[in-house]
Protein backbone atom coordinates (compact mmCIF):
# COMPACT_ATOMS: atom_id res chain seq x y z
CA UNK A 1 0.00 0.00 0.00
CA UNK A 2 2.59 2.46 1.05
CA UNK A 3 4.13 1.92 -2.26
CA UNK A 4 1.15 2.75 -4.28
CA UNK A 5 1.00 5.88 -2.37
CA UNK A 6 4.85 6.21 -3.42
CA UNK A 7 4.48 5.87 -6.85
CA UNK A 8 1.28 7.81 -7.26
CA UNK A 9 3.11 10.99 -5.43
CA UNK A 10 6.12 10.38 -7.93
CA UNK A 11 3.60 10.53 -11.14
CA UNK A 12 2.16 13.87 -10.13
CA UNK A 13 5.80 15.49 -9.20
CA UNK A 14 6.69 14.37 -13.09
CA UNK A 15 3.58 15.68 -14.91
CA UNK A 16 4.20 19.39 -12.79
CA UNK A 17 7.66 19.37 -13.88
CA UNK A 18 6.96 18.52 -17.25
CA UNK A 19 4.17 21.29 -17.74
CA UNK A 20 6.44 24.11 -16.47
CA UNK A 21 9.46 22.84 -18.74
CA UNK A 22 7.07 22.57 -21.90
CA UNK A 23 5.17 25.86 -20.84
CA UNK A 24 9.13 27.57 -20.70
CA UNK A 25 10.09 26.32 -24.22
CA UNK A 26 7.37 27.31 -26.29
CA UNK A 27 7.09 30.64 -24.69
CA UNK A 28 4.70 30.80 -22.02
CA UNK A 29 3.14 33.60 -19.68
CA UNK A 30 5.00 34.47 -16.82
CA UNK A 31 3.51 35.83 -13.49
CA UNK A 32 3.67 39.95 -13.54
CA UNK A 33 4.35 41.64 -9.83
CA UNK A 34 1.19 43.22 -8.56
CA UNK A 35 0.20 47.02 -9.85
CA UNK A 36 1.78 48.05 -5.81
CA UNK A 37 5.00 45.91 -6.61
CA UNK A 38 5.63 48.08 -9.99
CA UNK A 39 8.53 50.88 -10.72
CA UNK A 40 7.01 54.28 -10.91
CA UNK A 41 9.21 55.50 -13.53
CA UNK A 42 8.41 55.57 -17.48
CA UNK A 43 9.76 55.36 -20.12
CA UNK A 44 8.73 56.54 -23.74
CA UNK A 45 7.67 54.21 -26.03
CA UNK A 46 9.21 53.22 -29.14
CA UNK A 47 7.31 53.19 -32.45
CA UNK A 48 5.67 50.23 -33.07
CA UNK A 49 7.07 47.89 -35.78
CA UNK A 50 4.69 46.91 -39.00
CA UNK A 51 6.10 43.80 -41.28
CA UNK A 52 5.52 45.59 -45.13
CA UNK A 53 3.57 44.10 -47.90
CA UNK A 54 5.85 41.40 -48.62
CA UNK A 55 6.98 40.08 -44.83
CA UNK A 56 10.63 40.89 -44.51
CA UNK A 57 11.31 42.68 -41.99
CA UNK A 58 9.93 45.35 -40.00
CA UNK A 59 9.26 49.18 -41.99
CA UNK A 60 8.83 52.25 -39.52
CA UNK A 61 5.76 54.23 -40.50
CA UNK A 62 6.99 56.96 -38.01
CA UNK A 63 10.36 59.58 -38.58
CA UNK A 64 13.04 59.23 -36.70
CA UNK A 65 13.29 61.62 -33.75
CA UNK A 66 15.66 64.92 -34.84
CA UNK A 67 19.30 64.91 -34.39
CA UNK A 68 20.33 68.24 -32.40
CA UNK A 69 23.88 67.58 -33.78
CA UNK A 70 22.48 67.29 -37.28
CA UNK A 71 23.73 70.13 -39.87
CA UNK A 72 20.57 71.78 -40.65
CA UNK A 73 21.79 72.68 -44.31
CA UNK A 74 23.30 69.27 -45.64
CA UNK A 75 23.42 71.21 -48.68
CA UNK A 76 26.56 73.36 -47.75
CA UNK A 77 27.26 76.51 -46.03
CA UNK A 78 26.61 78.36 -49.51
CA UNK A 79 22.72 77.60 -48.73
CA UNK A 80 22.92 78.78 -45.27
CA UNK A 81 21.34 82.53 -45.41
CA UNK A 82 22.89 84.69 -42.43
CA UNK A 83 20.28 86.40 -40.45
CA UNK A 84 21.97 89.89 -40.37
CA UNK A 85 19.88 93.29 -40.33
CA UNK A 86 20.64 94.81 -43.28
CA UNK A 87 20.31 98.92 -44.14
CA UNK A 88 18.03 99.88 -46.59
CA UNK A 89 19.66 103.07 -48.37
CA UNK A 90 17.21 106.02 -48.14
CA UNK A 91 14.67 106.54 -51.23
CA UNK A 92 16.14 109.07 -53.85
CA UNK A 93 13.98 112.60 -54.49
CA UNK A 94 13.02 110.52 -57.85
CA UNK A 95 11.96 107.69 -56.57
CA UNK A 96 9.68 108.82 -53.73
CA UNK A 97 8.05 110.98 -56.30
CA UNK A 98 7.57 107.38 -58.31
CA UNK A 99 6.63 105.69 -55.00
CA UNK A 100 4.06 108.51 -53.16
CA UNK A 101 2.41 109.24 -56.66
CA UNK A 102 0.87 106.73 -57.47
CA UNK A 103 -2.77 107.62 -57.62
CA UNK A 104 -1.94 110.71 -59.18
CA UNK A 105 0.19 108.74 -62.31
CA UNK A 106 -3.22 106.08 -62.06
CA UNK A 107 -5.93 108.74 -62.68
CA UNK A 108 -3.98 110.63 -65.60
CA UNK A 109 -1.21 108.21 -67.16
CA UNK A 110 -4.02 105.43 -67.56
CA UNK A 111 -5.71 107.92 -69.37
CA UNK A 112 -3.23 108.94 -71.80
CA UNK A 113 -2.20 105.99 -72.68
CA UNK A 114 -5.50 104.85 -74.30
CA UNK A 115 -5.51 108.21 -75.73
CA UNK A 116 -2.86 108.14 -77.60
CA UNK A 117 -2.77 104.28 -78.57
CA UNK A 118 -5.49 105.62 -80.88
CA UNK A 119 -3.92 108.13 -83.19
CA UNK A 120 -4.52 111.89 -83.00
CA UNK A 121 -7.31 112.49 -84.77
CA UNK A 122 -10.23 115.29 -83.27
CA UNK A 123 -11.18 112.81 -81.01
CA UNK A 124 -8.06 112.16 -79.02
CA UNK A 125 -7.07 115.74 -78.56
CA UNK A 126 -10.72 116.37 -77.14
CA UNK A 127 -10.53 113.74 -74.49
CA UNK A 128 -6.83 115.06 -73.98
CA UNK A 129 -8.33 117.97 -73.12
CA UNK A 130 -11.45 116.15 -70.99
CA UNK A 131 -8.45 114.23 -68.99
CA UNK A 132 -6.13 117.08 -67.97
CA UNK A 133 -9.74 119.30 -67.15
CA UNK A 134 -10.38 115.79 -64.61
CA UNK A 135 -6.43 115.92 -63.54
CA UNK A 136 -7.20 119.05 -62.27
CA UNK A 137 -5.20 121.29 -64.41
CA UNK A 138 -7.89 123.44 -65.02
CA UNK A 139 -9.62 124.53 -67.91
CA UNK A 140 -7.99 127.95 -68.85
CA UNK A 141 -4.75 126.02 -68.41
CA UNK A 142 -5.89 123.18 -70.25
CA UNK A 143 -7.13 124.56 -73.41
CA UNK A 144 -3.63 126.53 -73.60
CA UNK A 145 -1.39 123.25 -73.07
CA UNK A 146 -3.35 121.43 -75.55
CA UNK A 147 -3.35 124.03 -78.25
CA UNK A 148 0.25 124.64 -77.57
CA UNK A 149 1.26 120.95 -78.01
CA UNK A 150 -1.21 120.89 -81.35
CA UNK A 151 0.72 123.37 -82.56
CA UNK A 152 4.27 122.04 -81.73
CA UNK A 153 2.78 118.53 -83.62
CA UNK A 154 1.86 120.60 -86.49
CA UNK A 155 5.33 122.06 -87.00
CA UNK A 156 7.40 119.10 -86.28
CA UNK A 157 4.99 116.76 -88.36
CA UNK A 158 4.36 114.16 -85.81
CA UNK A 159 1.90 111.74 -86.28
CA UNK A 160 2.34 108.98 -84.00
CA UNK A 161 0.98 109.08 -80.69
CA UNK A 162 3.97 108.05 -78.59
CA UNK A 163 5.95 110.83 -80.06
CA UNK A 164 3.04 112.83 -79.39
CA UNK A 165 3.20 111.60 -75.65
CA UNK A 166 6.54 112.01 -75.37
CA UNK A 167 6.39 115.69 -76.75
CA UNK A 168 4.31 116.40 -74.21
CA UNK A 169 6.24 115.41 -71.29
CA UNK A 170 8.89 117.86 -72.20
CA UNK A 171 6.98 120.71 -72.40
CA UNK A 172 6.15 120.12 -69.26
CA UNK A 173 9.12 119.50 -67.99
CA UNK A 174 10.24 123.33 -69.65
CA UNK A 175 7.44 124.75 -68.60
CA UNK A 176 7.56 123.98 -64.34
CA UNK A 177 11.28 123.64 -64.52
CA UNK A 178 11.67 127.62 -65.02
CA UNK A 179 10.80 129.23 -62.45
CA UNK A 180 12.88 129.47 -59.79
CA UNK A 181 12.29 126.86 -56.77
CA UNK A 182 14.97 127.63 -54.11
CA UNK A 183 13.69 128.88 -50.87
CA UNK A 184 15.13 132.46 -50.43
CA UNK A 185 17.88 133.25 -47.77
CA UNK A 186 19.45 136.10 -46.19
CA UNK A 187 23.34 136.35 -46.69
CA UNK A 188 23.44 137.78 -43.15
CA UNK A 189 21.17 138.57 -40.32
CA UNK A 190 17.53 136.37 -39.61
CA UNK A 191 15.58 135.30 -42.55
CA UNK A 192 11.89 135.36 -42.46
CA UNK A 193 9.72 133.32 -43.99
CA UNK A 194 5.43 133.79 -43.61
CA UNK A 195 3.25 131.42 -43.88
CA UNK A 196 -0.69 131.42 -44.97
CA UNK A 197 -3.74 129.44 -45.94
CA UNK A 198 -6.44 127.76 -45.38
CA UNK A 199 -6.84 126.05 -42.34
CA UNK A 200 -6.95 122.39 -42.21
CA UNK A 201 -4.26 122.65 -45.14
CA UNK A 202 -1.40 121.52 -43.22
CA UNK A 203 0.03 124.83 -42.44
CA UNK A 204 1.68 124.00 -39.14
CA UNK A 205 2.28 120.89 -39.74
CA UNK A 206 4.60 121.89 -42.26
CA UNK A 207 6.29 124.50 -40.33
CA UNK A 208 7.33 122.15 -38.20
CA UNK A 209 8.61 119.64 -40.61
CA UNK A 210 10.60 122.33 -41.79
CA UNK A 211 12.03 123.78 -38.64
CA UNK A 212 13.27 120.25 -37.56
CA UNK A 213 15.01 119.83 -40.62
CA UNK A 214 17.09 123.27 -40.42
CA UNK A 215 17.32 122.82 -36.47
CA UNK A 216 19.19 119.44 -37.52
CA UNK A 217 21.11 121.14 -39.81
CA UNK A 218 22.46 123.17 -37.23
CA UNK A 219 20.50 126.17 -37.59
CA UNK A 220 18.84 128.68 -34.89
CA UNK A 221 14.72 128.79 -35.58
CA UNK A 222 12.28 130.40 -34.09
CA UNK A 223 8.69 129.96 -34.14
CA UNK A 224 6.14 132.64 -34.21
CA UNK A 225 2.61 131.63 -33.20
CA UNK A 226 0.46 134.97 -35.26
CA UNK A 227 -2.83 132.06 -35.50
CA UNK A 228 -4.33 133.54 -32.11
CA UNK A 229 -7.82 132.87 -33.61
CA UNK A 230 -7.67 128.99 -32.55
CA UNK A 231 -5.93 128.17 -29.48
CA UNK A 232 -5.21 124.40 -30.93
CA UNK A 233 -3.10 125.93 -33.30
CA UNK A 234 -0.54 128.00 -30.87
CA UNK A 235 -0.59 124.59 -28.97
CA UNK A 236 0.31 122.35 -32.38
CA UNK A 237 3.22 124.65 -32.87
CA UNK A 238 4.34 124.93 -29.35
CA UNK A 239 4.28 121.15 -29.43
CA UNK A 240 6.25 121.13 -32.92
CA UNK A 241 8.80 123.30 -31.32
CA UNK A 242 9.41 121.01 -28.34
CA UNK A 243 10.13 118.52 -30.95
CA UNK A 244 12.40 120.40 -33.30
CA UNK A 245 14.48 121.73 -30.87
CA UNK A 246 12.89 125.27 -32.24
CA UNK A 247 12.11 128.43 -30.12
CA UNK A 248 8.24 129.22 -30.25
CA UNK A 249 7.02 132.71 -29.38
CA UNK A 250 3.56 133.11 -28.60
CA UNK A 251 0.43 134.78 -26.40
CA UNK A 252 -3.01 134.03 -25.17
CA UNK A 253 -5.95 133.42 -27.71
CA UNK A 254 -7.20 136.27 -29.53
CA UNK A 255 -4.25 138.18 -29.20
CA UNK A 256 -3.00 140.78 -31.83
CA UNK A 257 -0.99 138.48 -34.77
CA UNK A 258 1.10 141.47 -35.75
CA UNK A 259 1.69 142.03 -32.20
CA UNK A 260 2.77 138.12 -32.16
CA UNK A 261 4.56 138.37 -35.53
CA UNK A 262 6.61 141.75 -34.16
CA UNK A 263 7.33 140.06 -30.84
CA UNK A 264 8.69 136.69 -32.91
CA UNK A 265 11.11 139.16 -35.19
CA UNK A 266 12.64 140.72 -32.14
CA UNK A 267 13.19 137.39 -30.43
CA UNK A 268 14.65 135.82 -33.39
CA UNK A 269 17.37 139.36 -33.76
CA UNK A 270 17.89 139.08 -30.11
CA UNK A 271 19.39 135.33 -30.36
CA UNK A 272 21.04 135.64 -33.33
CA UNK A 273 18.68 132.98 -35.06
CA UNK A 274 19.25 132.11 -38.31
CA UNK A 275 15.08 131.73 -39.28
CA UNK A 276 11.87 132.94 -38.13
CA UNK A 277 8.98 131.19 -39.62
CA UNK A 278 5.73 132.65 -39.00
CA UNK A 279 2.00 130.93 -38.91
CA UNK A 280 -1.10 133.12 -39.03
CA UNK A 281 -4.62 131.97 -39.32
CA UNK A 282 -6.66 130.98 -42.27
CA UNK A 283 -10.21 131.43 -41.90
CA UNK A 284 -11.94 132.17 -45.15
CA UNK A 285 -15.58 132.58 -44.04
CA UNK A 286 -14.17 135.68 -42.25
CA UNK A 287 -12.38 136.65 -45.76
CA UNK A 288 -12.22 140.59 -44.96
CA UNK A 289 -10.76 140.30 -41.32
CA UNK A 290 -8.10 137.73 -42.57
CA UNK A 291 -7.26 139.84 -45.47
CA UNK A 292 -7.35 142.92 -43.37
CA UNK A 293 -4.94 140.59 -40.87
CA UNK A 294 -3.00 139.33 -43.21
CA UNK A 295 -2.02 142.72 -44.43
CA UNK A 296 -1.06 144.07 -41.04
CA UNK A 297 0.86 141.42 -40.49
CA UNK A 298 2.93 141.76 -43.49
CA UNK A 299 3.30 145.73 -43.39
CA UNK A 300 4.82 145.24 -39.53
CA UNK A 301 7.21 142.50 -40.73
CA UNK A 302 8.42 144.32 -43.53
CA UNK A 303 8.49 147.87 -41.07
CA UNK A 304 11.05 145.78 -38.81
CA UNK A 305 12.70 143.11 -40.85
CA UNK A 306 13.14 145.15 -44.17
CA UNK A 307 11.91 142.37 -46.37
CA UNK A 308 9.68 139.00 -46.19
CA UNK A 309 12.25 136.62 -47.27
CA UNK A 310 9.36 134.59 -48.49
CA UNK A 311 5.47 133.96 -48.14
CA UNK A 312 4.57 130.54 -48.82
CA UNK A 313 1.08 129.56 -49.54
CA UNK A 314 0.01 125.83 -48.07
CA UNK A 315 -2.63 124.01 -50.10
CA UNK A 316 -4.12 120.80 -49.74
CA UNK A 317 -3.86 118.99 -53.18
CA UNK A 318 -6.84 117.12 -52.46
CA UNK A 319 -8.76 119.92 -52.92
CA UNK A 320 -8.34 120.23 -56.98
CA UNK A 321 -9.84 123.42 -57.93
CA UNK A 322 -11.64 124.73 -54.89
CA UNK A 323 -7.17 125.33 -53.88
CA UNK A 324 -6.99 127.36 -57.12
CA UNK A 325 -9.60 129.63 -55.59
CA UNK A 326 -8.05 129.82 -51.96
CA UNK A 327 -4.56 131.05 -53.72
CA UNK A 328 -6.45 134.06 -55.34
CA UNK A 329 -7.82 135.38 -52.57
CA UNK A 330 -4.84 134.40 -50.01
CA UNK A 331 -2.98 136.36 -53.35
CA UNK A 332 -5.14 139.43 -52.21
CA UNK A 333 -3.83 140.16 -49.36
CA UNK A 334 -0.31 139.46 -49.14
CA UNK A 335 2.38 138.50 -52.01
CA UNK A 336 2.66 134.86 -52.18
CA UNK A 337 6.42 134.14 -53.64
CA UNK A 338 5.32 129.90 -53.97
CA UNK A 339 3.51 127.14 -52.59
CA UNK A 340 3.59 124.66 -50.53
CA UNK A 341 1.60 121.73 -51.79
CA UNK A 342 0.12 119.07 -49.16
CA UNK A 343 -0.78 115.79 -49.54
CA UNK A 344 0.06 114.74 -52.98
CA UNK A 345 0.43 111.35 -52.05
CA UNK A 346 -3.10 111.06 -51.01
CA UNK A 347 -6.31 111.41 -53.73
CA UNK A 348 -4.67 114.31 -55.58
CA UNK A 349 -4.70 114.27 -59.26
CA UNK A 350 -1.02 115.89 -59.79
CA UNK A 351 -2.53 118.23 -62.25
CA UNK A 352 -2.88 120.86 -59.81
CA UNK A 353 0.65 121.29 -60.16
CA UNK A 354 0.62 122.32 -63.65
CA UNK A 355 -2.49 124.20 -62.62
CA UNK A 356 -0.88 126.61 -60.06
CA UNK A 357 1.99 127.46 -62.12
CA UNK A 358 -0.27 128.28 -65.60
CA UNK A 359 -2.95 129.70 -63.52
CA UNK A 360 -1.43 131.81 -60.45
CA UNK A 361 2.06 132.11 -61.84
CA UNK A 362 3.82 131.08 -58.68
CA UNK A 363 5.67 128.20 -58.31
CA UNK A 364 5.49 125.23 -56.00
CA UNK A 365 8.19 125.03 -53.84
CA UNK A 366 7.83 122.21 -51.19
CA UNK A 367 5.33 119.06 -51.59
CA UNK A 368 4.49 116.61 -49.37
CA UNK A 369 4.67 113.04 -50.09
CA UNK A 370 3.51 111.26 -46.85
CA UNK A 371 3.53 111.70 -42.96
CA UNK A 372 7.09 111.78 -42.40
CA UNK A 373 9.75 114.87 -41.50
CA UNK A 374 11.49 113.46 -44.87
CA UNK A 375 8.36 113.61 -46.88
CA UNK A 376 8.03 117.22 -47.06
CA UNK A 377 10.60 117.46 -50.00
CA UNK A 378 11.53 120.45 -52.91
CA UNK A 379 9.63 120.59 -55.60
CA UNK A 380 11.82 118.44 -58.39
CA UNK A 381 9.82 119.06 -62.18
CA UNK A 382 11.68 116.38 -63.89
CA UNK A 383 11.08 113.85 -60.77
CA UNK A 384 7.03 114.91 -61.00
CA UNK A 385 6.90 114.48 -64.37
CA UNK A 386 8.39 111.24 -64.82
CA UNK A 387 6.45 109.59 -61.74
CA UNK A 388 3.07 111.47 -63.72
CA UNK A 389 3.74 109.35 -66.37
CA UNK A 390 5.25 106.36 -64.79
CA UNK A 391 1.91 104.03 -65.32
CA UNK A 392 1.80 104.70 -68.83
CA UNK A 393 4.58 101.82 -69.25
CA UNK A 394 3.51 100.33 -66.08
CA UNK A 395 0.00 99.82 -66.60
CA UNK A 396 0.72 98.16 -70.60
CA UNK A 397 3.49 95.54 -68.56
CA UNK A 398 0.70 94.62 -65.66
CA UNK A 399 -1.79 93.74 -68.20
CA UNK A 400 0.34 92.09 -70.27
CA UNK A 401 1.03 89.84 -67.09
CA UNK A 402 -2.81 89.78 -66.04
CA UNK A 403 -3.08 88.36 -69.38
CA UNK A 404 -0.63 85.47 -68.86
CA UNK A 405 -1.98 84.77 -65.37
CA UNK A 406 -5.17 84.38 -66.91
CA UNK A 407 -3.90 81.97 -70.14
CA UNK A 408 -2.01 80.16 -67.40
CA UNK A 409 -5.50 79.02 -65.63
CA UNK A 410 -7.18 78.08 -68.00
CA UNK A 411 -4.62 75.96 -69.28
CA UNK A 412 -4.53 74.40 -65.64
CA UNK A 413 -8.54 73.76 -65.48
CA UNK A 414 -8.20 72.35 -69.52
CA UNK A 415 -5.31 69.85 -67.66
CA UNK A 416 -7.85 69.68 -64.71
Not at 381 to 391: N, R, T, Y
Request: glycine share 10%; proline share 4%.
Amino acid sequence: MELLIVAVVAIIVLVVVGGLFVGRSRGGTTTLPRPSDRPTTTTPLEPRPESDERGEGAVTTRPPPPDADADPYPGGPDLLVEDEAVEEAPLTLVERFRSRLTKASSALGANLRGIFSQGLDEDAWEELEESLIAADVGVEATMELVAGLRDRVREQGITDGEAALALLKEILRLELGMADRSLARRDAGTTVWLFTGVNGTGKTTSIGKLAKRHVDAGETVVLAAADTFRAAASEQLQIWGERSGARVVRQDEGADPAAVAFDGWKAATASGADLLMIDTAGRLQNKKELMAELSKVKRVVEREAEQLDEVLLVLDATTGQNGLSQAKAFMEAVDVTGVVLTKLDGTARGGIVIGIQRTLGIPVKLVGLGEGIEDLAPFDPDAFVDALFADVVQDVELEDYASALLEADQVDEEQG
